[in-house]
């Protein structure tokens, strides 16, 4: 274990860290992500409404304008009201709240899997890798829209209607997880093959070392650089699924409005002017997922100078 | 080539008897086929009858026979939510996605390589470093939101541009309709054909300019410049065509990609094509449609699949097993 | 006394990089005369193919000529535009890589990379230079030329894409040839027919060689003259026969214990202790210093200069400071 840890800290001491502060733009996509991610988490003690609680609406500061006192009420809120009367600028910090926490659990999900699955191809080998790889390159060939739709059609259809309501965050990050397991299947298998056929490995199995035990202390270091570029970049397009499939409406249930359900809302209200119900939160989803993109594509170069 | 084709082909029915597996656990397991298809007045008694015409009382491998014979001859059943029978509702909706996913994936296609090419030709350059950055925001902004971003200035600001729908449509056929012969239905083509295409140009040029330094880094290049060729010759003879090759791959999957993102884009603009279908029968259950859209979609993905190994074989020659041979 | 058709002038090349700037090649001087066949040795990394390069004017970036000159035929050519130096390339300096399997466009067939390269630098029509392509790939020994020619490159073996290699450096009849290690790729059976017939078909056209390799064995067969490089710097240079017979720098005497043969691939000099320093560790004074078994006192202090010997042989060794004495 201490070679790799001594190895993680060298990693950090010199090349990624010396990347991230030559980077003005990635210093500032880190503290744009980082501010979102905070202000959701923190969201509960920040906002100053909760737009979960139909007690502190008053449907008379509906449709207020941005820094604008409402001409009935008289509040005056940041980034405006929407038709109901709802702070936009809590909206957006619970929606956020709501897709980053749907991200997280769908990546952490779909990591788990992928990285099980791609242990266990390498491990086992012979038919059972080449079934897992089989069903991993047909799935890669189909766009993960659609496959988290056809998740969610299931699931819709298997759980009774009164259970669909609770169940709906959990079979979006189920729908999400599943559509991208592969990529971090591969890469641990194709680093768990190159481990598992190095000699110390051999002897290891052979004096009877538990394969936890090689797993833990040989693979997984070597793919940690890897698995956390593709997490990061997991976790833009996850984020990017659940506001489109809560666009659509098959994600999130209204009384648990995302950032993409807030988005979808907006859009109603385009064509009678009140731009500031769409443009505040289409702005934060824009933010929230170039930031994390960007950080991604800088941990990619960052861990492999050779592709610069 | 024949016992590789061969294994191609098979391999394909193969996939496609998976997908068909799925489709029709999706019919047969995913709610009740016979309680979505009467209503709540029906007896029971008339519930069983139809279950034993529908033969559901079969053995397993029967019915998935009959599911089958019946979907290669188009017959999906009937849609529990419009009451029609599928096929006639994909046929009388395809037009309008396949117009919609051609033009897209044409700009696209022009687009992307154009950009693509340009950039890794340009590494250094302000307009490349700009492209590039545009790019990743192309990348990181959602579909959806693509579309919603254009109607606001194309359609509710600026006017220029109809907001939803396919404007006015020639019937060609007894099914096909077409909106390019209309300046209604051309105008109405262009903020979903930007919306559909603009991610899938990014990911085009993204990709070719990625392989293209691949490619400029290779010796063969190397060796064209010590030979003197012309910038001209190395770049758009040796180095495109090479860079095309992986690229052509991608860009066969991403055509299908553009059908099944259609979903999003056709829900944005109300697009009357497949893609909306698909999601309001996702949203009401409406089984039989989800299943032959899924089929039709893995159909689609196979015979693309197919072209691009014939594109891929008479790109590269190494694959070609005729004369010559290897001394 | 003739004119040199190259010459190298105190060439200096650096590479910046993050951790400052590292200098590869420093104050390296030769001439090549017509029609003469000069070898460069040197261990993997002493600077043999930058040099190769430079006089092309393929340095890969970051790499560039920090100092001295390159003069073909008393004309500078290390500052002139790339579309002049485009035209020195291929048509008066070709060059030779060292892999054959990746230094052909695997794309495009035999004819059409030579008739390209044909008609890039000479005046004649299609025709006139596919004859003049199969008539060299005769000469340079393809069987079947005029059938093989409109083969792919992967009909080859390697030691035939190598004639092929040679055919395409030698299309526009250049007046100096660099041979990259033309031969390291190759199986060992077919290196002696590449040397011999790069030694060949050059003499035949009176074409000047640059032959890298770290093989002493090839040199010895091959060239006229050596040029020794170490740690990027010039350590000796000489007619093949005084320099074998008779080495004076210590570097070259120890190669010259340990030169391999002709069917023994070595990169590592054994009888040497210790190895070559990297380029950011490079010690003060002569480079070769700390694996010397004579050292003394000046030659961690002060770094020589090529010294003038009897029969034009130079060396960088304070042992032939006439001064000696005094350091």
Known sequence: MSQSTSKLARMWDSDVAYSFRRSPVTIIAAIVALTIILGAVFAPWIAPHNPFDPSSLNLMDGFSRPMVPNEFSGNTYLMGTDNQGRDIFSTILYGARISLFVGFAAVAFGMILGITAGLVAAWRGGWVDSLLMRIADVQLSFPSILIALLIFGIARGVIPTNMRETMAIW???????????????????????????????????????????????????????????????????????????????????????????LIGNGQKYLFSGEWWILLFPSATLLALALSVNLLGDWLRDALNPRLK | MLAYSLRRV??????????????????????DPVNSMVGQETSLADREALRRQLGLYDPFVVQFWNFITRAVQGDFGISYRLQEPVMKLILSRLPATLELALVSGTAAFILGVGFGVYTALNRRGLASNGIMTLSLIGVSLPTFLIGVLLIWVFAVELKWLPSFGRGDTVALTSWWTTGFLTPSGRASLVLPAVTLGLYQMTLIMRLVRAE???????????????????????????????????????????????????????????????????????????????????????????????????????????????????? | MTKPLLSVRDLKVEFPTRRGVLTALNGVSFDIMPGEVLGMVGESGAGKSLTGASIIGLLEPPGRIAGGEILLKGERIDNISPDAMRKVRGKRIGMVFQDPLTSLNPLYTVAKQLTETIMTHLPVSASEARRRAIALLDRVGIPAAARRIDDYPHHFSGGMRQRVVIALALCAEPELVIADEPTTALDVSVQAQIIDLIKEICAERNAAVMLITHDMGVIAETADRVAVLYAGRLAEIGTVHDVITRPEHPYTQGLMGSIPTLTQESDRLISIPGSMPRLNAIPPGCAFNPRCTQTFGRCTAERPDPIARPNGRQVACWLYDEEKAHG
């Open chain 2, 212 to 327: 293209m330094l691949e490619v400029l880094r290779t010796d063969y290049v190397k060796f064209a410049r010590a030979r003197g060729l012309s910038q001209r010759a190395i770049h758009f003879g040796h180095a495109l065509k090479n860079t095309m090759v992986p690229v052509i791959t991608v860009m066969g999957l991403q055509l299908g990609s553009i059908i099944a993102f259609s979903i999003i884009t056709e829900t944005v603009f109300q697009w009357p094509g497949i893609g909306s279908l698909f999601i309001n029968s996702v949203k009401a259950v409406d089984v039989p449609v989800m299943a032959a859209y899924l089929m039709m979609i893995a159909a689609i993905f196979v015979i693309i699949n197919l072209i691009v190994d014939i594109l891929y074989y008479i790109v590269d020659p190494r694959l070609r097993l005729d004369g010559g041979g290897k001394h």
């Open chain 1, 171 to 261: 079979v979006l990050i189920v729908a999400i997880g599943l559509s991208d397991w592969v990529q971090f299947a591969r890469v641990v298998r194709g680093a768990a093959m190159v481990e598992k056929n190095k000699e110390y490995v051999q002897a290891a199995r052979v004096i009877g070392v538990h394969p936890a035990r090689i797993i833990f202390s040989h693979i997984l270091p070597n793919v940690l650089g890897p698995v956390l570029v593709i997490a990061t970049i997991s976790l833009a397009l996850a984020v990017i699924s659940e506001a489109t499939l809560s666009f659509l409406g098959v994600g999130v249930p209204p009384t648990q409005p995302s950032l993409g359900t």
């Open chain 2, 10 to 31: 098979l391999q394909s029915i193969l996939v496609m008897l998976v997908v068909a597996l799925i489709s029709f656990a999706l019919f047969r397991f995913v709610g």
